[in-house]
């Protein structure tokens, strides 16, 4: 069953929009992103919009659409995730067929979700990804002080220009970092289990995997220890792919834009060979959440 579910380019891209949606376009995009330095967050917020007495009025229009558009990508984020979820879930069910010969399997036809209230489903799901974000924004509201605090310390003054940023912000704030991540690890494991009760419920006509030997708690162990290293497996290759394309991307976008007129065959080989490293990425983390998928679907199934 784990191979029909793998090698479904279905699975595949249901995984990949649900990685994306969660945050994975930033993970991926950490490879090519820089920060501004002070001279450019100066041109991009006037010297005027931020004075000694704090923000100025004519700065809060602009704070307060930032903080709209950012609430609506959380929504959409939430609600992709959703749809992303159950669309996985029915084809990992729908294309499992249970051992031959075992009589211990559960039974069932075709599994779908077309019966089921898709909009009701996707609610109940979008209610289970808060409810699990809990620990996660709670643990960020109490690191946020610190991190703030080390972050715009090493970005105005920074304690070694030969250590990235973002690793002397972690070794700065290490105890508060390790803090949100393991809520986060926490947070990946309410959101699969809760899930899955909601799925199950709308689709409960499943097929199993055979008789199990281990207890639930030491199956549900065991699959989230199984879930995190599938996740690193599929990811570490592809952010590393893309950080070994983009240095050569970046010199051929840079020599181009001097050059008159510009060289449009290395900008257009950069481009692709840079988009091809991104879509490689995302889809080897489709395929890593597609085995997550399956693990969580019956490996912890009762």
Do not use: K
């Not at 799901?125 to 699990?132: K, Q, R, T, Y």
């Not at 309410?190 to 419920?201: E, F, I, W």
């Not at 639930?216 to 570490?236: D, E, F, K, Q, Y």
């Amino acid at each position: 069953m784990l191979r029909e579910t793998v090698t479904s380019p279905g699975a595949w891209i249901a995984g990949a929009a649900g990685f994306l949606a969660r945050g994975g376009v930033l993970i991926l995009a950490l490879p090519i992103l820089s920060l501004p330095t002070p001279v450019g967050v100066t041109l991009l917020i006037p010297p005027v919009s931020v004075t000694t007495s704090g923000i100025s009025s004519s700065l809060v229009p602009e704070l307060v659409a930032v903080a709209a558009v950012a609430l609506l990508a959380v929504v959409a984020a939430l609600v992709l995730g959703a749809v992303a979820d159950a669309l996985a879930y029915e084809r990992t069910i729908g294309r499992a067929s249970p051992p031959e010969g075992d009589s211990s399997a559960l039974t069932g036809g075709r599994a779908s979700l077309a019966h089921t209230g898709i909009a009701g489903l996707v609610g109940r799901l979008v209610g289970v990804e808060i409810v699990a974000l809990v620990p996660t924004l709670a643990a960020a509201i109490v690191a946020a002080d610190r991190l703030i605090a080390v972050g715009r310390q090493e970005y105005l003054l920074p304690s070694s220009t030969a250590i990235p940023y973002v690793v002397r912000v972690v070794q700065g704030a290490w105890p508060e970092v390790v803090a949100l991540g393991i809520c986060l690890v926490v947070t990946d494991l309410l959101n699969a289990l809760l899930s899955r009760v909601v799925l199950r419920r709308a689709v409960p006509r499943t097929t199993g995997i055979g008789r199990r030997r281990l207890p639930v708690p030491l199956r549900i162990a065991a699959t989230w220890a199984a879930a995190w290293l599938v996740t690193g497996a599929s990811l570490l290759p592809g952010l590393a792919l893309i950080g070994i394309t983009w240095p050569w991307a970046r010199d051929a976008y840079t020599a181009t834009m001097s050059q008159v007129p510009p060289a449009p065959v290395a900008l257009l080989s950069a481009t692709v060979v840079l988009v091809a490293a991104w879509l490689a990425a995302a889809f080897l983390t489709g395929l890593g959440s597609a085995i997550r998928t399956f693990l969580w679907t019956f490996c912890t199934m009762p």
